[in-house]
């Protein structure tokens, strides 16, 4: 962490703690939070995920968070031109940090991401589109697909795909291009919906044996952007042109 801002204290030490000791984002992981990334200290596609944020807050009943936007750009401020930005909002505390991006992002581009399935069992409609920061088992799936020698967890539920624990799937067999629809398990990435602007795309139920199958894979997401899937399960999945083209529209419309 290189900057963190917290509302009415402003920049703060990154190793100060800054929720409270009771607070549930402490107690019980209940806090909105959102990811962005940010091309030349410019955030990208900012109102879309300052639109998602609010439908969180809403999502868990937190109150509204005013000054969003002054916040965000006290910790932008404080970082090097292309950075990782993140909000949080819990019982009392708003605040913006910023971050390196990760270090290995392009070598895994080039060689492309191997998954291993995780079941999720049944997810929650309760609160299905809340960006919330209650991912211990998201983020369990993933270590134990790392363990098992991948990059990262596919998450899948009665053999159908779900998403990655922090991206949206994206499937092509042929000419057509699939993603899971939106539902519980299937967060509404702000990458994916800007894709869709993009591209004639299909958002229908995927089973696993399609995606084993699939003449391409990737995965999207504001920090890895479009990555593209080359094995799952160990078995290897052909990389396409498809990916490399919505790699390149996002850096060219990422462009300030």
Do not use: C
């Not at 492309?112 to 299905?128: E, Q, W």
């Amino acid at each position: 962490m290189i900057a963190v801002a917290v509302q009415g204290e402003g920049l703060v030490d990154p190793k100060q703690a800054v929720f409270r000791a009771d607070d549930e984002a402490v107690l019980r992981g209940s806090v909105a939070f959102e990811t962005l990334r940010s091309y030349d200290g410019v955030p990208f596609l900012l109102d879309r995920h300052l639109a998602r944020f609010r439908g969180s807050l809403a999502a868990l009943a937190l109150s509204p968070a005013d000054g969003v936007e002054e916040l965000l750009a006290l910790a932008s401020s404080a970082a090097p031109p292309d950075h990782v930005l993140r909000l949080y909002r819990s019982t009392y505390t708003l605040v913006a940090t910023a971050a390196l991006l990760p270090d290995n992002l392009e070598a895994l581009r080039a060689r492309g991401l191997a998954l291993r399935t995780v079941d999720a069992g049944v997810p929650s409609a309760l609160i299905a589109h809340a960006k919330a920061t209650s991912y211990a088992a998201a983020f369990a799936a993933t270590r134990h697909a790392i363990a098992e020698g991948a990059d990262d967890a596919l998450l899948v539920s009665q053999g159908r795909v779900l998403d990655a624990p922090t991206a949206n799937v994206w499937v092509r067999h042929g000419d057509e291009l699939s993603t899971p629809p939106l539902g519980a398990g299937v967060l509404p990435g702000v990458t994916r919906s800007f894709l869709l602007e993009l591209v004639d795309a299909r958002e229908r139920d995927l089973t696993v044996d399609e995606l084993y199958n699939a003449d391409e894979a990737f995965i999207t997401s504001s920090i890895r952007e479009v990555m593209p899937v080359t094995s799952v399960d160990g078995r290897a999945i052909p990389a396409g042109p498809m990916a490399v083209r919505l790699q390149a529209e996002v850096r060219l419309r990422s462009a300030p």
